[in-house]
């Protein structure tokens, strides 16, 4: 399976093999910039609509939406049952894989459009400040 979204609206899941859409996933009409991040079971995805989606691998179903104040250009990561992401509001997330509730989150002042990494526990992004942040574990 292909996960993609796209500027027409829409998340696709794309069954590569049968070579066929095997489901569509739209809430509203904004565009899916990011990449997804890919579990067993689950899809999350930002959106233009200034929220992450979460959905089910299998049907393409919601379980959940988080909201931000700004758009989710940033692809987000997944860990330990947790999802890392950035805003174009200025801050960067951490919310639970399992009800999309905000564990932690830190104020940037500006848009974040990158991609997290991860590495021994360190979350490392880039911001339109021009500047490399690093966030590591509480000691």
């Known amino acids: 399976m292909a996960y993609i979204g796209h500027y027409e609206n829409e998340f696709l899941c794309i069954d590569i093999n049968a070579g066929k859409i095997a489901w569509k996933y739209k809430d509203r009409a904004f565009a899916y ?7 067993a079971d689950r899809i999350v995805v ?13 049907s393409g179903k919601r379980l959940w939406a988080f909201r931000t104040r700004g758009s989710v250009d940033s692809s987000p990561v997944v860990a330990d049952g947790k999802v890392v992401v950035g805003s174009n509001d200025g801050n ?16 940037i002042g500006e848009p974040i459009i990158a991609a997290p990494a991860l590495a021994n526990g360190t979350i490392i992004i880039g911001a339109e400040d021009g500047r490399v942040y690093a966030f590591g574990p509480a000691k």
């Not at 910039?33 to 579990?39: C, E, G, K, L, N």
């Not at 930002?46 to 299998?58: A, Q």
């Not at 960067?92 to 104020?107: H, M, N």
């Open 92 to 107: 960067l997330y951490i919310v639970s894989l399992a009800d999309g509730k905000k564990l932690w989150s830190y104020e």
């Open 46 to 58: 930002g959106c233009r609509d200034k929220r992450l989606h979460c959905l089910d691998r299998k």
């Open 33 to 39: 910039i990011s990449s997804p991040a890919v579990t």
